[in-house]
């Protein structure tokens, strides 16, 4: 059976933000019953419960959904997932789950230059994943 990168880190235990890091539009219009474009995401917003998710040029514009976004980016996948780390990815004294970043780059299978930086910006150490 297929999975998508966002079912496997869930089996593995591992909470994502898969509609802002899978690099997919997610918008989905009144009437379409749930049906969400898909296209590529060009940006990334949030709403007001800090939801993050992903939207193509056309579904920014005129997407029901992303009525309710603000904060608009241009697309970054390895800023996703710096932020999905950053917010569910912490112990209770604030220091990086290492070994759930780790599964979330193999997942998302980031270049290894974006997970140098991320793991830099995240966790002040300079060894690369």
């Not at 998710?53 to 579904?59: D, L, N, T």
């Not at 697309?75 to 710096?82: D, G, I, L, P």
């Not at 599964?103 to 690369?128: I, M, Q, S």
């Amino acid at each position: 059976m297929f999975l998508s990168p966002g079912q496997e880190a869930r089996q593995q235990g591992i909470r994502t933000m898969s509609y802002a890091i899978d690099g997919k539009c997610h918008n989905a219009n009144r009437g379409t019953y749930g049906h969400e474009c898909g296209k590529p995401a060009v940006f990334s917003a949030e709403n007001t419960t800090g939801f993050r998710s992903g939207f193509c040029f056309r579904c920014r514009v005129g997407g029901d959904e992303a009525r309710g976004f603000h904060g608009w980016q241009p697309y970054n996948q390895a800023r996703e997932v710096m932020i999905a780390v950053n917010r569910n990815h912490r112990d209770a004294s604030g220091w990086i789950d290492e070994a759930a970043m780790r599964a979330l780059f193999e997942t998302y299978d980031l270049p290894l230059e974006d997970r140098t930086r991320v793991w830099r910006e995240l966790t002040n150490k300079e060894t690369a994943l």
